[in-house]
């Protein structure tokens, strides 16, 4: 979180600088925040070289130079704060792809779509450069750079990047795992809006076959699934097959709600 360790510390002008900069970044005074984490960086060096204090303004210096793309800037920086902290609190995982997360997440939330796709992006790189490109949480990266895609409006780049992290996925836990589900559905759904009608019947069924599976017969998500096939079917004009399909999901609704 940008400049979280400000409340921490008791008043001084370390803790004043902190302040302005993080008033300037909110405002989207990115010169100016600059200018004050600066300032603070120089009043936490009084306090020693490897004062947390010091990490801390490192840290929010990084998150600043990452919002505006500095990624080279804040590398060497981020180092140092790291070797900080692994001083003061022991070895720890490098977070440089989950600061880039958050930080990205950030942007979705907000609809700065481009900003997030860019920042994630980066992140995808890192988690890919630290753990693999085979890894279940690169996976779960390019899930979300996905769904950053699907917002815009780019389903050609989506479904790209959804059929990369279902590669993944398959490899590390099989091509029957429940936790396929996601991807198998967004996937489906994605190809169904782009036409390609019979891509979409085979992961639809491939998911309803996992739901039902570990899920239950009558579980709501299964007719929510059998509803998607449904209109799956209607669009290659097999009108008997898709009402056989509501008729199963309306089945499940109407037992659920007894």
């Known amino acids: ?38 300032a603070a960086l120089l009043e936490a060096e009084r306090f020693g ?35 900080i902290d692994e001083k003061i609190y022991g070895a720890r995982p490098a977070n440089v792809p ?15 779509y481009k900003d997030a796709q860019r920042i994630f992006k980066r992140s995808l790189a890192e988690w890919e450069r630290a753990l693999g490109p085979d890894h279940p949480r690169v996976a779960s990266a390019q ?9 815009q409006g780019l389903f050609e780049e989506a479904a790209a990047m959804l059929e990369r992290s279902l590669t993944i996925l398959e490899r590390a836990f099989g091509s029957d795992s429940p936790g396929l589900t996601s991807n198998l559905r967004r996937l489906g759904q994605i190809y169904f809006r782009q ?37 799956v079917l209607t669009k290659m004009k ?4 898709a009402a056989e399909l509501e008729a199963r999901a309306q089945a499940i609704r109407t037992k659920r709600s007894e």
């Open 1 to 38: 979180m940008f400049f979280g360790a400000c409340a921490t510390a008791g008043p001084s002008r370390w803790e004043e600088h902190t302040n302005a900069a993080m008033a300037a970044y909110q405002e989207g005074r990115y010169q100016a925040a600059e200018a004050e984490l600066q």
């Open 49 to 83: 070289p490897e004062d947390p204090r010091v990490a801390s303004t490192l840290k929010s210096v990084v998150t600043l130079y990452y919002s505006t793309g500095r990624f080279e800037e804040a590398a060497p920086l981020q180092r140092r704060a790291q070797a």
């Open 98 to 112: 989950d600061m880039l997360a958050n930080l990205a997440a950030l942007y979705l939330r907000q609809g700065r």
């Open 143 to 151: 899930n979300v750079v996905a769904e950053i895609y699907q917002a």
């Open 195 to 231: 036409g390609r009608y019979p891509e979409a019947r085979n992961l639809l069924e491939r998911l309803l076959a996992i739901q039902e599976r570990s899920l239950g017969p009558d579980d709501p998500s299964i007719a929510e699934t059998l509803e998607t096939q449904a209109k």
């Open 238 to 241: 097999r009108e008997a097959e």
